[in-house]
């Protein structure tokens, strides 16, 4: 949610404002804008739409500051209209801001009786009112008299007319900065600051920091604190990016390097132990709500584990009466999803362990769980996650596969070959785009499976919806006869999945019980059905068969959406990282 970014230093900031905001992009883009000390003034330049739109108007704009912040924004109080866009200036004071004020009526109200006229609907621009009014000496005292009272979350960057400082600060709400060579940079993640800066400082909630071009001081409750940046080695990228159309597209692409690179590397360690807890809990939002899904099926079915998944905006507020011996695993590409950071310590207060799969180095939930399991799949830029999904499956499945007591061998030889099936599966294009074309004229589709199938099915449900708009729901194959097959119409789509032999005949009646009532099903399946349309997959072992459906669901969303026109890697009303409530 909504990017910051922010530069002091001796370089002109124009430029490095937008690189910064072009990176940052992913988490939100419904407007952009940048502030800079122009002549000892924040000068305030933003407008609605992306951040090409931005530069384009910067482009006959001369700033020569040094100085500056930037915002790009997804919406949470108010349209995303140019003067709902960030920065937003009080008075001498002018902020980006990325998190949600709680108790922004009443604090609205108090600025208006102190004389304040609102310019846009934000929460933000309450802050920077809350911030002007505040009583205090120095600019430290005032942001800590504003913030003192405020619900909900934050990270500011602030700019004060006449001060030649960035003023910084969080709470439940991402920002890092970059130190480099006499100039700081600030940013929501380190992916946005560039590759040559090696010291980072990564605030503790409450931290304010004063950015100087020279040097930078931390304060805690008013009272300065020592502080050391830390060195942090920077992943280098691998793939081309502009060889593909979409990002998403070259993130699939990518998936059967991410599964050798996690095999090598996590093939040859000790994987933490989970058979010493009576109880595990995977906690996840979205797609790795899903991957969790996939974990647990896993760890019952094939190390007989008692397994709770859920999503973490429910959990964060269960009353949930823990056994001693719980493990809560937080799933999360970004690693700072706000619900499963609240789900994490809500582990950690009841004196749980915890254990996270996160993709982003040094993210919150990275740096707060006890153990961190990172997935290794490189940056991933599309909103809709892809190789990351993957990625954590293949830890879920790698955790199982060291308690197996059968078979070891045999799966583990079947791992060497996995990269090597997915890529196989991915070179399918034409069948892929044969479902999209089907798709692509419908309104609606259902996705039905079984098992592990089913819980596949959630995600190629998720991942058609988030980048194609056509509205599609998942259902237990079994369940749909309990109210909504009455939906199935003469050429109602249904996507269904059947590769656990198991219940393949169960899945087959299912598929006949829609067929009858006029349904067009389409299938993915490691066994023939019989159905006209249907992607046959090579049967692997069952342990690991399931990977092979997941690049399939992942290019019929892609082929859908691209025949649909949409914005694939950045769909409407979505952001990269949640974080907020
Ligand atoms: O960064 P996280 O993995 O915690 O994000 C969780 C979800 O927001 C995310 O998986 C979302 O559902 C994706 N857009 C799905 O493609």
Redesign the pocket.
């Known amino acids: 949610m909504c990017g910051i970014f922010g530069y002091i230093g001796p370089k002109p900031v124009k430029k490095i404002l937008i690189d910064g905001l072009e990176k940052l992009e992913y988490r939100g883009y419904d407007s952009a804008g940048i502030a800079f000390m122009n002549q000892k003034k924040a000068e305030v330049i933003k407008n609605a739409g992306k951040v090409q739109l931005l530069k384009e108007k910067l482009d006959s704009v001369e700033i020569v500051s040094t100085i500056g912040i930037a915002h790009t924004r997804w919406a949470t109080h108010g349209q995303p209209n140019s003067i709902n866009a960030h920065p937003h200036k009080v008075g001498n004071i002018t902020l980006v801001h990325n998190g949600i004020l709680e108790n922004v009526s009443e604090k609205r109200i108090w600025c208006e009786q102190k004389g304040i006229t609102f310019q846009s609907e934000t929460d933000s621009e309450v802050i920077a009112a809350l911030i002007y009014l505040a009583k205090g000496n120095t600019m430290l005292e005032k942001i800590e008299t504003a913030l003192q009272d405020i619900k909900g979350s934050y990270a500011l960057a602030i700019l004060c007319d006449g001060e030649e400082k960035i003023y910084v600060t969080r709470k439940d709400s991402p920002l890092l900065i970059g130190i480099g060579e006499k100039e700081c940079y600030l940013s929501s993640d380190l992916s946005a600051i560039p590759k040559d800066i090696v010291e980072y400082l990564f605030l503790e909630e409450k931290d304010i920091v004063i950015l100087e071009k020279d040097h930078f001081k931390v304060y805690q409750n008013g009272k300065e604190k020592l502080k050391q940046p830390e060195k942090i080695k920077r992943e280098e990228k691998n793939i081309e990016e502009m060889t593909y159309e979409h990002k998403m597209l070259k993130e699939i692409e990518e998936e059967p390097e991410v599964i050798t690179r996690i095999l090598n590397h996590y093939l040859k360690k000790q994987l933490p132990n989970l058979e010493k807890y009576s109880e595990i809990h995977i906690v996840?939002?979205?797609?790795?709500y899903y991957a969790g899904e996939i974990g647990k099926y896993l760890l019952e079915t094939y190390a007989h584990k008692k397994v709770l998944c859920e999503i973490a905006s429910e959990y964060r507020y269960k009353n949930i009466l823990y056994e001693k011996d719980t493990l809560v695993i937080l799933?999360?590409?970004?690693g700072?999803?706000a619900d499963?950071i609240a789900a994490m310590r809500k582990a950690k207060e009841s004196g749980i362990q915890t254990l996270s799969i996160v993709n982003v180095l040094n993210s919150t939930i990275a740096r707060e769980s006890d153990q961190v399991l990172y997935t290794l799949a490189g940056e991933e830029i599309a909103?809709?996650?892809t190789k990351v999904y993957v990625a954590q499956v293949l830890l879920f499945s790698l955790l199982t596969y060291q308690m197996l007591k059968e078979e070891k061998e045999k799966i583990r030889e079947e791992y060497s070959k996995l990269s090597f099936y997915i890529k196989k599966t991915l070179e399918r294009d034409q069948e892929f785009k044969e479902f999209a074309k089907i798709l692509y004229t419908k309104k609606q589709v259902f996705f039905i499976g079984r098992q592990i199938d089913y819980a596949l099915a959630r995600e190629g449900s998720?991942?058609l919806k988030?980048i194609s708009y056509l509205f599609s729901e998942a259902y237990p194959a079994g369940e749909l006869k309990h109210g909504t097959i009455s939906l199935i119409e003469k050429d109602f789509p249904v996507l269904t999945i059947v590769t656990d032999s198991s219940i393949f005949e169960k899945t087959l009646s299912n598929i006949e019980e829609v067929k009858a009532r006029g349904a067009n099903v389409l299938t993915i399946t490691n066994q023939k059905t019989g159905n006209l349309l249907e992607i046959v997959l090579p049967k692997i072992h069952p342990f690991l068969q399931f990977f092979l459906v997941i690049p399939c669901l992942q290019k019929i969303a892609y082929d859908t959406a691209k025949l649909r026109n949409c914005p694939i890697d950045q769909p409407k009303n979505?952001a990269?990282?949640?974080t907020v409530e």
Do not use: P
């Open positions: 996840g939002c979205g797609s790795a799933v999360s590409q970004s700072e999803t499963t909103v809709a996650t998720l991942k988030e979505l990269k990282s949640v």
